[in-house]
């Protein structure tokens, strides 16, 4: 099977700038790609909020994200991730099968994004980008004194009808049920808002307009009765959700409730040597500049990852002999019989590797180390030794046993 260095899911904003930080660090890099590169930005008109660019259309942004991560010499694979799975033995664990074959990675950056769901109404599509809108930070600036629709009534539709009504005239609040599903504190702020108008069980039929929006067809429910509001944008938000149906037989990697992938700081997964980044994760504010800075660390993490794989590979698996002290690096003790470990050896001229078990369990489950801190002795990539240990006698006794290693 192919194997890569890093593959990379999904090349919008964040993959794409993974690809440029893990190429500019010399890792060999491929990207998959089920659409057009460039991400859910190629879907706007405008762009007003990416530093650096004043204005730029979405279709722009994205392609100038493409062209930089191919002049660093990124490698594209049009095709579609539909299943992953891992194995925490082996370098090269993680297989993505796509709908061009399979292919085994060192590591791998989920940079999938999330897919906004339409509200179904006639004139959504066509007016899309021309007065309808999914996001409100990204487009509210261009309706001061104007006024709006929001169809929605979750958290998300609530929230953002407040944030839209610092510039909009009036901002109706269309909801299809008889009370709004957002959490009650972001409701009762919402109302007392002179700004915001709540339209109870009503669907919105039809966005009209020639050439932007102009106006909403709101029906009633209960009574089936329509009536037409004068607004020019209409913003809709009935759900998100993110694209990790690839991930549907990958219990491993954890998500929360809706399905978005939790991380560290460093954009690592639960599982590891597999980061997420960009909009699929669970985040606070899912933009461009969000994105990119996920998919920068996202890289630098995996670089790391590799580099201390490598490494570790290089020490413990290729000589004759080695010495490893396994530890757990969120325990105070084992770190501090690491430290004297340290200074005695190079006191002593003795190698000895202090493997941090709790961030390398790949390498900790393929040896089968058991009670942590242990010393293990490895002969031409087996382990020949294990006993755990709990002090710096302890350690020496273990390699007094064979003699020291120089
Ligand atoms: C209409 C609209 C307007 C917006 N306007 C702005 C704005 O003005 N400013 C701003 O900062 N942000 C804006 N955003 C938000 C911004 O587009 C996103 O935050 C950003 O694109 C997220 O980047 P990403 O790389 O995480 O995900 P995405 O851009 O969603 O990219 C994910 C990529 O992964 C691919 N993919 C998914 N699943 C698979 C698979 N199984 N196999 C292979 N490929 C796969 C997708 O095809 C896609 O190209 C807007 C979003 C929308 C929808």
């Known amino acids: 099977m192919e194997n890569r260095q890093i593959v990379i899911i999904g090349a919008g904003p964040a993959g794409l700038t993974a690809a440029i930080y893990a190429r500019r660090a010399g890792m060999d890099v491929l990207l998959l790609e089920r659409g057009v590169s460039g991400g859910q930005i190629n879907s706007t008109a405008e762009v007003e909020n990416y530093p650096g660019f004043k204005v730029s259309s979405g279709l722009g942004l994205g392609q100038a994200f493409r062209e930089h991560a191919e002049r660093f010499g990124a490698e594209f694979r049009d ?10 033995f082996e370098q090269g664990d993680k297989i993505i099968r796509t709908d061009r074959g399979g292919i085994s990675a060192d590591a791998l950056i989920i940079c999938s994004g999330s897919t906004f769901k339409r509200a179904g109404c006639k004139g959504e599509m066509e007016l899309a980008g021309h007065g309808v809108s999914y996001c409100a930070v990204c487009d509210g600036v261009f309706y001061e004194g104007a006024p709006v629709a929001v169809i929605g009534g979750g958290n998300a539709a609530v929230e953002e009808a407040e944030y839209l009504a610092k510039f909009a005239s009036k901002v109706y609040l269309i909801h299809r049920g008889e009370e709004f599903r ?28 020639k ?34 149906d690839f991930l549907k037989d990958s219990e491993d990697i954890r998500m929360d409730g809706p399905g978005w992938i939790v991380t560290d700081g460093k954009m690592e997964t639960s599982v590891e040597g597999v980061f997420a980044a960009g909009d699929v994760r669970d985040k ?3 933009q461009v500049v969000t994105a990119a800075g996920d998919g920068a660390t996202a890289a630098m993490a995996a670089y790391e990852y590799l580099s201390n794989q490598y490494y570790l590979k290089d020490r413990l698996f290729v000589p004759e002999r ?22 005695w050896r ?10 941090d078990a709790h961030r390398n369990l790949r390498i900790k489950g393929k040896l089968g180390i058991g009670e942590l801190p242990a010393m293990v002795e490895m002969s031409c990539g087996k382990k020949a030794r ?10 020496k006794n273990f390699i007094g046993a064979r003699g020291p290693l120089h």
Request: aromatic share 6%.
């Open 346 to 355: 190079r006191g002593a001229g003795v190698s000895v590797l202090t493997v």
């Open 386 to 395: 294990e006993t755990a240990v709990s002090s710096l006698d302890d350690v």
């Open 284 to 286: 606070f504010l899912r």
């Open 79 to 88: 095709c579609s991730a539909e299943s992953v799975s891992f194995s925490v």
């Open 322 to 343: 080695a010495y490893a002290l396994f530890i757990s690096g969120i325990d105070e003790s084992h770190l501090a019989l690491a430290g004297e470990t340290e200074d």
């Open 211 to 244: 050439d932007m929006v102009e106006r909403v067809v709101v029906r009633g429910l209960r009574s089936g009765e329509t009536r037409t509001v004068s607004v020019e944008g209409v913003f809709v938000f009935v759900g998100t959700a993110p694209n990790v």
């Open 182 to 209: 957002a959490q009650r504190v972001l409701v009762e702020r919402a109302l007392c808002n002179p700004r915001i108008e709540p339209v109870m069980g009503c669907v919105v039929d039809e966005i009209e307009g």
